[in-house]
């Protein structure tokens, strides 16, 4: 008897230490994987999990590949240089982005963020589906200038890629499908939502100063409207009167080829926006007092300039100094440094 | 010695009959069992063999010009015979790029039920349906994983090129390489969101002139279809390379895929 209960004291002794072992390995490395999860006050996600469902395995392979510099024609350039975590996944402090042998490109460098909920991909839209993204800038030739083809071919001499494709997939074969559909579970699970905008929202108890509050009344009043919450963007395309840019890059017409698509660009997220200067499709505006200067007083007209920026005869958003002031204290309640600072989507 | 003259004439004449038989009558219609047939797409400039890089040609607009590339999706084969019975090869088999230079792939090879068929009709590029559907699916020759140089995917506006036509040409600018080179990448679905360019050509093909194509089981019938690439710049419209060397994603490409559709001659069947 006594020593039937010493043999079960000592048994569980010894689970609870390992246990607690256990327990201390895994919160030193990461919390645990809990797939994709949507916040509270997010809308349903546009991406198509059915085809495609996050697992601990696919993010993991998914997060390797967007650091891996394989992924272009010399091996020196990854997802990772021009997306960049503490810049919210943008390449911060450069206008366009500079790729393979610092080739300059056309456009600023847009951030991967809650992509999940992206109907269309790229500034102008020309991508419709998250899985076929990554192909854009492996092939172009002044980001990656790689092809995919080859892209497997380096990840299949890899000693690690086979079995991390097979804990991820079932099977050590590296297809096209697999390394877009494992670049997808990551980037879908790079998600800000804990922003304080967020935490009032949601009642977690964080509250808006009085000048953070009227600026958001601010905000509903003349911007929301293209800037819609919670994502602050409507995903559409609009000419935002900044005028044509430096390498007339004409937008959305690139995709369409109709005229009333020209200098048309997809409405970006204000979430982050401390962390993601310098702004619009071409990178112009280094601050955001620029920015709103710019809506302001400054919106050029043009055959395509959106309906909401030319209101009642007058060109742009009116705003005073006091009413901007508002709005750029409201505007860095939607910064969200848990996203910036997630060791779970930094390179490993 | 008599018994077995009579048995050979016999046997004889039952194989006439026989070889008759197979020639008259069609076999029963049957599209679960399936023979093979394939489509073979000979390149020709005019009245000349295609040669890539080698060749020298000459267009409408009197500009010379070679050929260094060749590739283009053919997609979606139906055959019908004069009964007006029809059969649609799954989809899953039915697509193929033609590549100028590759003997594998210059046919289509495809499996249909045995029978004599009078009409081919195909599509030169790849469906919406295709275009769109999910990158797991997508295998085989709609892999979009190729390059930049021979890859018929456009990374940058989902989609694939459904024509792919390079060379040089004396009347083309020099461009940042270096080369006098002319490209026509065509494609162009419909687009996804937004109503575009659709270069989506279907082109049917009447095979009771040529040869009718007989499809029985162990034998490899083989509609033989010219090409004539030279109608790419002469059609209803006279391309110059001068004034377009490059075509890509643009309005104009409609003129070229007009172009192209009239490329195709039904030659001749081997049955």
């Known amino acids: 008897m006594n020593r039937n209960i010493i043999k079960v004291t000592l048994g569980i002794l010894m689970v609870l230490t390992l246990a607690a072992c256990r327990k201390e390995i895994i919160e030193q490395v990461v919390a645990p994987f809990l797939g994709f999860q949507r916040p509270a006050n997010f809308p349903e996600p546009a991406y198509h999990f059915d085809t495609n469902p996050v697992t601990e395995a696919g993010f993991e392979l998914g997060r390797k590949l967007f650091y891996e510099p394989r992924l272009s024609r010399n091996n020196t350039i990854s997802c990772g240089s021009c997306h960049i975590q503490s810049a919210a996944f943008t390449h911060h402090g450069h206008d366009v982005s500079h790729g393979i042998d610092d080739r300059l490109g056309k456009r600023n460098s847009p951030p991967i963020m809650n992509l999940a909920w992206n109907p269309t991909f790229m500034w102008d839209g020309g991508i419709f589906d998250l899985d076929l993204q990554p192909i854009a800038p492996i092939t172009a030739h002044e980001e990656m200038d790689e092809s995919v083809d080859n892209v497997l071919s380096k990840l299949r001499a890899q000693p690690a890629y086979p079995e991390l494709f097979r804990k991820a997939f079932g099977s050590t074969e590296i297809t096209s499908a697999r390394f877009l559909q494992a670049l997808s579970q990551f980037m879908v699970m790079c998600i800000s939502s804990n922003s304080k905008y967020d935490s009032v929202q949601r009642h977690e108890g964080a509250v808006f100063t009085t000048l953070e509050a009227q600026g958001y009344q601010l905000f509903q009043q003349k911007c929301a409207a293209c800037h819609t919450e919670p994502l602050f963007t409507d995903h559409s395309f609009r000419n935002n009167g900044i005028g044509i840019g430096f390498n007339g890059d004409p937008g959305r017409y690139d995709i369409t080829l109709q005229d009333g698509d020209k200098y048309k660009f997809k409405v970006p997220s204000l979430r982050n926006l401390q962390y993601t200067a310098p702004y619009m499709h071409d990178g112009r505006f280094y601050t955001l007092e620029a920015v709103l200067d710019q809506y302001s007083g400054n919106v050029q007209h043009s055959p395509t300039l959106d309906p909401l920026l030319q209101q009642n005869g007058v060109l742009g958003i009116p705003l005073n100094a006091d009413e901007k002031n508002a709005l750029l204290a409201f505007l860095q309640t939607l910064n969200d440094r848990t996203f910036i600072t997630n060791k779970m989507l930094a390179e490993q | ?271």
């Not at chain 2, 090869?89 to 590549?99: A, E, N, T």
């Not at chain 2, 162990?218 to 006279?238: C, E, F, W, Y």
Request: glycine share 10%; aromatic share 10%.
């Open chain 2, 1 to 271: 010695m008599k018994f077995h003259k009579l048995a050979l004439f016999i046997a004889c004449l039952t194989l006439t009959l026989s070889a008759c038989r197979k020639e008259k009558n069609e076999p029963v219609f049957n599209n679960q069992d399936l023979a093979p047939l394939s489509i073979e797409f000979d390149n020709i400039v005019g009245g000349q063999n295609l040669y890539l890089n080698t060749g020298n040609y000459v267009n409408a607009k009197g500009e010379a010009f070679n050929v260094t590339l060749l590739q283009y999706f053919i997609s979606n084969i139906k055959v019908k015979k004069a009964d007006g019975t029809e059969y649609v090869v799954p989809q899953d088999s039915s697509y193929f790029l033609i590549r100028e230079g590759s003997e594998e792939e210059g046919s289509a090879r495809v499996n249909v039920p045995e029978g004599d068929y009078t009409s081919l009709t195909f599509t030169i590029g790849v469906d919406s349906l295709r275009s769109t559907m999910d990158v797991s699916r997508r295998t085989g020759v709609l892999d979009p994983s190729g390059g930049m140089e021979d890859g018929m995917y456009w990374g940058w506006n989902s989609g694939y090129i459904f024509f792919k036509m390079e060379g040089i040409s004396g009347a083309a600018p020099v461009d940042p390489s270096g080369q006098q080179k002319y490209r026509f990448h065509i494609g162009g679905f419909g687009g996804y969101s937004a109503p575009t360019v659709n270069n989506i050509r279907t082109v049917t093909m009447d095979l009771s002139q040529a040869g009718v194509a007989q499809v029985r089981k162990g034998r490899k019938s083989n509609i033989h279809l010219m090409v004539d690439i030279a109608k790419v710049m002469n059609g209803p419209t006279q391309v110059s390379i001068a004034e377009n060397p490059t075509v890509m994603f643009s309005e104009f490409s409609l003129l070229i895929s007009a172009n192209y559709m009239q490329m195709f001659r039904h030659d001749h069947t081997e049955n």
